[in-house]
């Protein structure tokens, strides 16, 4: 199942050699590993050096901007982080600027001197007004309390730690994630681990102890019911529930009325907050009856609206994944929930995209507060093809812009909104990511033209030996027409595909990696990839095959895989493999090919 994450350091210890067997045996070497001479340990030993200058440079996170009365003036905080390879840590930290604004197209960042490093810290989640700073440290061990602090602007104005009686470690995993303040910021909302239920115990000898029941003995069910956790990527969560503190008395509880089946997660509040939530039990109405799947709620600031993503297609079908669709509710201005509430399409499921037109939804999160000023445009990123872009949605009247680009094969995605600019981060597989922000042009006639001004930052420059690897590098994203696409497949699918070309100065005479996606229902963006980057700097090329069934393409491609795995998804990559070789871009005699969990299945299949 595992999605576009490269699984690219396994294969390093099986790279292509380029010297005949015959050579390594010629230099008898003592003391080394079987297989390895000595001109290998010195290569070994600087590409171990090259490794650690790219994993060095750190990577952006998210980014907060809060905004004062001068509409010209506002800050942000930019949360980063940086690997240490040896000591197998990551550090984050945080940056802290100035943003100001000098015409409608100018802006000048002012950074802090200094990053603060955030250790220990899981979740950063600053108050509506931006004059709260909730840090969430989860614990390290089952035996110590999760803390909650609250900033002010200078101090630390209260630290709660919550028993693990009470909850485990809070939920900042961007999916069941939903740590909120309420409007008068004096409650936090947010999703943790319920406490494990009690069990009896007993020890191997099946010893009965006091209290369990005398038919539970020596049976299965001494052990208690199972609680499965999450799963890949979620393996220590099982069960998500709701907790609601005070920050001011310190005091937390669990919310009740919600069965022990559901699991919490995501949670938007009402706004302007209303009386609802005051008591500790919550009244559950299921707003979404008729639709399989709904994900990411948001209100529109006046109330009016609350919407939502949907995987719909994807559950409909039993894909694991596919094109989303987004709604949206009318909300009663009273807060009654009685009666149906009716649930109208936003954005379709697109089927079927027009030659360079929107592909459809891909959405892997949104923002806390994803509004323009209008109160009716939303900005998120999704993928479109083999990018990623930012794109504007008119909640009220459907239209869907792309807002980053469109003549860039960069990958873009949208930090924080700044009132009614963006603040946004690009890269590609050859360019580390840079920040920019985006006005709205609001001088011409055209819809939704945006100028995108390249953000000075405090980030260094890589090594000389980085910055020289990633300049003698291009890559180019190439249409590749389905071969003998049969009469049964619709229109859809025989659209083509995509492939993410990776070269360097002689690519014609170097050996190719072809790099595959798993899922099946994902995708390669072209966005910068360490792992990536690390491969093609070992001087390769690199073939990043965006198959049918990939996200980004419409849902008729995708849908045309299932039924299909291990032909159609095998040929698309063949005849993306035999559109560089035909143009002479590769050395077809020197193919290598990786990927993980599907691409990993292509993989054997390719192989064979
Ligand atoms: C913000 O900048 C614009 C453009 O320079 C200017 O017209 C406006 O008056 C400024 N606003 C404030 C509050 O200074
Ligand atoms: C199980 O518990 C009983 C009672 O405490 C004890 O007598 C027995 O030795 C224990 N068995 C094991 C394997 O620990
Ligand atoms: C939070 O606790 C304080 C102090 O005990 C109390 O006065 C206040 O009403 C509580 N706030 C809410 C919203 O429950
Ligand atoms: C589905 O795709 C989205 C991007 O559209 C991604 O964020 C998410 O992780 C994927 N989910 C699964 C289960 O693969």
Known sequence: WASSSARAPTFLRRRVSRRPKAMASAHPSQGLPSGMDPSMVDEYASQSKLLQEFVKIPSIGKAWVFTSKDENASRAMVSVSQSDLLANKKRSFLLNTHISKSSSKSVSFQWSPFPVEMSGVSAVVPSPSGKKLLLVRNAEDDDSPTKLEIWGPCQLENEIHVARSVHGSLYADGWFEGISWNQEETLIAYVAEEPPQPKPEFNDSGY??????????????????????????????????????????????????????????????????????????????????????????????????????SAKSAVDSGAHNATNSMHKIDWPTDGKLEGSLSVSDVVPTVMSPQDGCFPGMYCSGLLRFPWLSDGRTMILSSAWGSKEVILSINVASGEVSRVSPQDSDYSWNVLALDNNNILAVSSSLVTLPQMYYGFEDSHTDKPCQWDWQEISSPFPKPSDKVSSLLADHKFSVIKIPVSNPSDKLPDGAKLPFEAIFVSGKDSASSPTIVVLHGGPHSVYPSS??????????????????????????????????????GSQDVNDVLTALDFVKKRGLIDASRVAVVGGSHGGFLTTHLIG
Do not use: M
């Not at 919600?258 to 939530?277: C, F, V, Y």
């Not at 500790?280 to 939502?308: I, Q």
């Open 528 to 565: 910068y990839s360490r792992s990536l980057a690390f491969l093609y700097a070992q001087g390769y090329n690199l073939l990043v095959v965006n198959y049918r069934g990939s996200l980004g393409f419409g849902e008729e491609a995708l849908q045309s895989l299932p039924g299909n795995i």
């Open 208 to 309: 009965k102890k006091e209290g369990s029941s005398q038919k539970d003995f020596r049976s299965w069910k001494g052990q208690g019911d199972i609680e499965d956790s999450w799963g890949e990527t979620y393996s220590n969560k099982r069960i998500p529930a709701l907790f609601v503190a005070n920050i001011s008395s310190g005091e937390v509880r669990a919310l009740k009325g919600i069965p022990r089946s559901l699991s919490a997660g995501q949670e938007e509040a009402d706004k302007p907050s209303t009386d609802s939530n005051k008591g500790d039990t919550a009244a559950l109405v299921k707003l979404t009856a008729d639709l399989s799947s709904a994900f990411f709620p948001r209100f529109s600031p006046d109330g009016k609206y609350l919407v939502f993503i």
